[in-house]
C-alpha cells in the first residue's frame, strides 16, 4: 500500500469529519512506545496491545485509526485513543465486552481467527438486473464505491469495462470484508465504516452501489442511511441502492420529497442549477434466512449507535 496521503485525501475522520494523514515513521514508533506503556485505548474503553506498523490520524492526533492487511479501519469504535478520549473513561469495562470486542477484530490476538464469512453464492442481481443497471452510471469517473457485498460476481460485472481512478470497497462487518478482499479488483481500496457514516469527504463519489437492502432498517435509521449516501455523492453522481421487495420502503417518499425540492428551487432560483444526485433503488429478493449474517442484530438504532 503507498503511503500518499494525497492518494488517499477523501478518506475523513469520523468523529470530527476532518482529513487524515498518514501517521510517519517516528510518529508509528512513539505511538507503539505508547501502546507498550498500556495508555492507549480503542474508542470503547479496551487497551490496546498490538503494535502498529501503519495508520491514519487527525491533524492533532486526536483519533487514530490502524491498518492491517490493507484494510483502513475507520469504524469509530476501532479508533485508537488516549484514556480521557475513551466513549467513557470513568466506567469500568466489563470482561464481556473485551470478548466480544475482541471477537470482532481479532486485534489483541497473537493468532488470528481463521473463522470468516464465506462470499455468498446468492443470486442477489440477475444478469438481466445487472445488464440494466450498468446502464445507469457513467464508464468512467474518479471514485466508484461499492457498499456490503460479498457477491463478487455481481462486484464484478458491475465495475467490468469501466475506468474509474479509484474503486473502493466498504464493509461494516470485518469478517466479509477479509472473505473477499483478495478476489476484489486490483487496488480496491479496502475500508471497514459504520452504516451511516461513511468516512468520505462530501460530494466526493461519482458512482456508489450499495448492496445492503437499505429497508431492513427502521424509517430513521433508512433516512440517516439515505442522508449520509446524499453527503457524500457528487453533483450528477450516481447510485444504485438494492431494497427487499417484501417490505415496505421509506426511503422512496425521502427521494419524492428531494425532487419536489428540487423543483421548486429551479423555479424559484432558475439560474441555480445544481445537479442533484440520481438514486435507482432495485428490488431484489430478501436472502433465505440460512443465508444470512449469523451476526446478531442490535435492537438500537443505528442513531443511537453512533452517538
Not at 29 to 54: A, C, Y
Not at 123 to 133: A, C, G, N, R
Not at 189 to 199: E, F, H, I, Y
Not at 212 to 224: C, E, F, G, S, V
Amino acid at each position: 500500500m503507498q503511503q500518499d496521503t494525497d492518494y488517499y485525501s477523501y478518506l475523513n475522520c469520523p468523529f470530527t469529519g476532518r482529513k487524515l494523514r498518514f501517521l510517519s515513521e517516528q510518529e508509528l514508533e512513539n505511538v507503539n512506545e505508547r501502546i507498550g506503556r498500556g495508555e492507549l485505548f480503542f474508542h470503547p474503553g479496551i487497551q490496546v496491545k498490538v503494535k502498529l506498523s501503519q495508520a491514519l490520524v487527525t491533524e492533532h492526533q486526536t483519533y487514530i485509526y490502524p491498518i492491517f492487511d490493507n484494510i483502513f479501519y475507520l469504524k469509530r469504535e476501532t479508533a485508537i485513543v488516549a484514556k480521557n478520549r475513551t466513549e467513557n473513561y470513568l466506567k469500568r469495562i466489563s470482561q464481556t465486552l473485551i470478548d466480544d470486542f475482541e471477537k470482532r477484530y481479532d486485534f489483541n490476538s497473537l493468532t488470528k481467527s481463521t473463522e470468516e464469512a464465506k462470499p455468498r453464492s446468492l443470486d442477489v442481481l440477475s444478469l438481466e438486473q445487472i445488464t440494466s443497471l450498468r446502464g445507469k452510471y457513467n464508464k468512467s469517473g474518479k471514485y466508484f464505491v461499492t457498499v456490503s457485498s460479498t457477491d463478487i460476481d455481481a462486484i464484478h460485472n458491475l465495475v467490468f469495462e469501466t475506468k474509474y481512478q479509484q474503486y473502493i470497497h466498504v464493509e461494516f462487518e470485518l469478517n466479509k470484508l477479509r472473505a473477499i478482499s483478495a478476489e476484489l479488483k486490483d487496488k480496491t481500496v479496502l475500508v471497514l465504516a459504520d452504516n451511516g457514516k461513511l468516512p468520505f469527504a462530501d460530494e466526493l463519489i461519482d458512482t456508489m452501489v450499495s448492496f445492503d437492502p437499505i429497508n431492513k432498517y427502521a424509517k430513521a435509521d433508512q433516512k440517516l442511511v439515505y442522508d449520509d449516501f446524499k453527503r457524500v455523492l457528487a453533483e450528477g453522481a450516481v447510485s444504485v441502492v438494492l431494497f427487499e421487495n417484501d417490505k415496505p420502503m421509506h426511503t422512496k417518499f425521502l427521494l419524492g420529497v428531494d425532487k419536489l425540492s428540487k423543483t421548486a428551487r429551479s423555479m424559484v432560483m432558475p439560474w441555480k442549477k445544481a445537479k442533484l444526485p440520481t438514486f435507482h433503488f432495485e428490488g431484489v429478493k430478501p436472502a433465505p434466512i440460512a443465508a444470512q449474517s449469523n451476526e446478531i442484530v442490535s435492537k438500537t438504532s443505528l442513531n443511537r449507535q453512533f452517538s
